[in-house]
């Protein structure tokens, strides 16, 4: 029976100087994403038009994060006092819980009207000013209101990070000199058991009559189809083959998903091991307080073999290589799986100090106070 008991995972952040530090450490992180993107595509481990989906995904989570900042920055100053503020997931993800992503995409649906019976940001401004120099007071209950209409502009404004980003297709050109046509397909979810963004990227050949971004039945089936088998508990190699079984003309060739976090911190985050112990001694820095776990698992095909659908026709179905040699052997689901974790300067000499066996292996990417990133294994 599942432990009803949620403060024991979760927990609230309710002081708004700590939600503006939690938000502005997030802020960092998901910059620093972006260079380590392109490191990887310096390296030829990511293609150029991979680090601008990944990067389109992360400014969508960066406008999220500011939208829920907004929301929470003055939340207990709220008519009738009481406010309730941002729950973040402390032991398994660090990253705000499912529900608050859920009640932000109902909120978006009313942006619009609570905008509209919202005073203006003006407005709300020159009120301010006159509350502090006329009666010489914090206007709390103010502060609140502009928070408000900040959060529903930037829902209004779009492009964020839901709970469920929707499959776009990409046409990349044709196979050889024939009809069979290659797209990218990319897709992201906030996985609600883990409370974290996960990304997905699939390369897949057509071979139908029609071209699939335009196909008026096959294109709102494979959104479905990917939507709803777009769970971090599933493996690879379970989505590919039921996506290759349910569509007879659609040959996916590589799926890749990309799972951004757990961030920890001493701060926000309860941890065990050695991680523990590199965070606390390394606390104290502004800035310094954190590491984020970055994990890319790949699935390619191998090659392709003839099935019989019936007495006369044949379909071609997947044939896709696991790596047996990996830590997890060929229950992974996957031809290979990529950790990294992504922290401060100041930590990693702390982490390479005390060289923890089970961190040797995973490569690191270190952020230097000025910004820049460089890898270390």
Do not use: C
Not at 286 to 303: I, K, N
Not at 328 to 343: K, N, Q, V
């Amino acid at each position: 029976m599942a432990d009803t008991d949620l403060t024991k995972d979760h927990a609230e952040i309710a002081d708004g100087a700590l939600t503006g530090r939690y938000f502005a450490k997030f802020e960092r992180i998901l910059a620093h994403l972006d260079r380590v993107a392109g490191m990887m595509e310096r390296e030829g481990r990511l293609a150029r038009a991979d680090v601008a989906i990944l990067a389109g995904y992360m400014r969508a989570l960066a406008r999220t994060f500011t939208a829920l900042s907004h929301k929470y920055m003055f939340a207990r100053h709220r008519a009738g006092g009481g406010g309730s503020g941002l729950t973040i997931d402390r032991i398994e993800s660090g990253f705000p819980v499912f529900q608050e992503i859920l009640t932000m995409a109902n909120d978006a649906q009313q942006a619009e009207r609570h905008l509209r019976n919202m005073p203006g940001g003006d407005e709300l401004r020159e009120a301010m000013i006159r509350e502090i120099l006329g009666e010489l007071r914090v206007p709390v209950k103010l502060q609140y209101a502009l928070a408000q209409r900040l959060y529903y502009e930037a829902l209004a404004g779009g492009e964020l990070f839901w709970a469920r980003n929707d499959p776009v297709a990409i046409w990349l050109g044709n196979v050889g000199d024939g009809d069979r046509r290659r797209y990218m397909l990319h897709w992201a979810v906030y996985d609600s058991q883990t409370n974290l963004p996960a990304i997905y990227l699939m390369d897949l050949e057509d071979s139908g009559r029609d071209a699939l971004a335009k196909d008026e039945r096959r294109w709102p089936e494979v959104q479905a189809h990917l939507m709803a088998q777009s769970v971090n508990a599933l493996k690879l190699l379970t989505i590919a083959r039921g996506f290759d079984e349910d569509f007879a003309d659609l040959h996916p060739k590589r799926l890749r998903r990309f799972h951004v976090g757990p961030m920890y911190s001493s701060a926000f985050t309860r941890q065990s091991g050695p991680l523990s112990e590199v965070l606390e001694q390394a606390r104290g820095g502004a800035g310094e307080d954190w590491a984020l776990a970055w994990t890319v698992e790949t699935l390619a095909s191998e090659r392709v073999k003839e099935e019989r659908t019936g007495w006369f026709s044949t379909v071609e179905r997947e044939i896709f290589a696991l790596d047996p040699f990996s830590a997890e052997g060929s229950d992974s689901g996957a031809t290979r799986i990529e950790r990294a974790l992504i922290l401060p300067q100041k930590p990693f000499q702390v982490l390479d100090e005390l060289d923890p066996p089970g961190f040797r292996a995973l490569r690191k990417f270190v952020v230097s106070p000025g910004g820049t990133v460089v890898s270390y294994r």
